[in-house]
């Protein structure tokens, strides 16, 4: 067992892989995981499920029966998915006993492609949290303008929701009111708000990608010194604005109805650019009440040589302030650069989507 994972996992940090494959499900890697590396939730993303399915033969069974069916393309995909979620939460389904439903968490996302329309996102999410049938399930929806509405109205149907591709801090602020929104609705439909679980995927490495080329075409020697910077500063911004949520009075009456916080989750915590240290994103993003989202090879470079040295987030806020503010003095426009970067998240998962569909459907005519 780690130690380092175990002293993270301590400090309050629940550790998701952010990966899934049929591979990792029928070998049991995902329990050695859960045991040995205290792995306690799975995220999974479109970009996940075409490089799985492109990889070895535990498909084949599957898409036989479903050529044999007749079963169209985008059905298929949601039977092979759905089929993968529900064994990932059956496997964490202990983990989410032993937690009191906090843990043990297995996201799946809505088509990409209805990233920017409301009505289908929220009809896709129903469908999705029929289909696996999990209570231990998160749904994942875009935190788009267009996406907002639809979170509040899952939520207000007692649908587990996990937010993705938040980049901004204004967005993020946008995302906890529709989450309060809908506890509001669902409290006022009568649900159990104690069994409604979210968490909001603040987006980290992306963030530094792009700024850290920008800065390097500014190409001053304050503008270098900056890179590497603004990704941990955006995500300690955040947390500072979940706080200001929880202790609000609007969040503290929901909390005295059985509602649990929405967890801040770290998420693109892989590394992209080679001479930052491999650990980073989990490293300075250490405090109680958030989850990490990690690649498997991020997952280990922790678990071997991570330097977790308790809180990194809290006592360093005017830090970020500052960093955020050097930013903007040389050149560096923040709403632009998250705007690029939201555009791009949701052509990127399109991309993947159609990948998936494109090598589903291959399969389907060779089975």
Known sequence: ???????????????WLDDISRERLRTG???????????????????????????????DSQLHDLSVRGVDVEEAVRAITTYDIRWAADVLRPVYDATGGVDGRVSIEVDPRLARETDKTVAEARALWWMVD????????????????????AI?????????????????????????TGLERAQANGLDLARIESVASFFVSRVDSEIDKRLEKTGTPEAKALKGKAAIANARLAFAAFEDVVNSPRWQALA?????????????TGTKDP????????????????VNTMPEKTLDAVAGHGRIDGDTIRPSYEDAWNTMAA???????????VRVLEEEGVEKFEASWNELLATVSAELRKA
Not at 43 to 48: A, G, L, V
Not at 167 to 180: G, H, N, P
């Open 29 to 59: 890697n995902l329990e050695s995981l859960i045991r040995d590396k205290h792995v306690v939730g799975v995220t999974s993303n479109p970009t996940i499920f075409a490089s799985a399915l492109s990889k070895g033969d535990a498909y």
């Open 156 to 180: 207000s149907e007692g649908i587990s929701v996990n937010v993705t591709l938040i980049f901004s801090l204004e967005r993020y602020r946008a995302v906890m009111d529709a989450w309060l």
């Open 275 to 290: 001479s930052y240290p491999d650990t980073l994103y989990v490293d300075e993003l250490v405090t109680s009440g958030t």
């Open 327 to 337: 930013l903007k003095e040389v050149g560096i426009d923040y709403d632009d650069v």
């Open 256 to 268: 005295a109805a059985g509602a649990r916080p929405q967890r801040p989750l770290w998420a693109s």
């Open 1 to 15: 067992m780690s130690e380092i994972l175990k002293k993270l996992s301590e400090q309050g940090v629940s550790i």
């Open 134 to 153: 999990r209570p231990n399930l998160f749904i994942k929806i875009p935190a788009t303008v267009e996406g907002l509405p639809a979170i509040t109205q």
